[in-house]
């Protein structure tokens, strides 16, 4: 993913969770914990760090 993308990705996040559609849940060890509001899927974030891409997964 190019720095780019992750910054539109990181938008629309921030979006979501501004809307009320996404709610963030916790912070562990450098992952940031989220659910779905609509579907109650929970996913793990975890932020790119110079060579590390970081990713967005189902929890």
Same mark, same amino acid.
């Not at 720095?3 to 910054?7: C, F, G, I, R, T």
């Not at 940031?32 to 779905?36: D, I, M, S, V």
């Given at each position: 993913m190019t *720095? #780019? *993308?992750? %910054?539109d990705f $990181? %938008? #629309?996040l921030v979006k979501? %969770? =501004?809307s009320n559609k996404m709610q963030h849940l916790r912070d562990v060890d450098g992952e940031? @914990?989220? *659910?779905?509001l609509s579907c109650h899927e929970k996913w793990k974030l975890r $932020?790119?760090? #110079? =060579? @590390?891409r970081g990713y967005f997964l189902k929890a």
């Open positions: *720095e #780019q *993308e992750w %910054l $990181d %938008l #629309q979501k %969770l =501004g940031h @914990f989220y *659910e779905c $932020d790119p760090d #110079q =060579g @590390f």
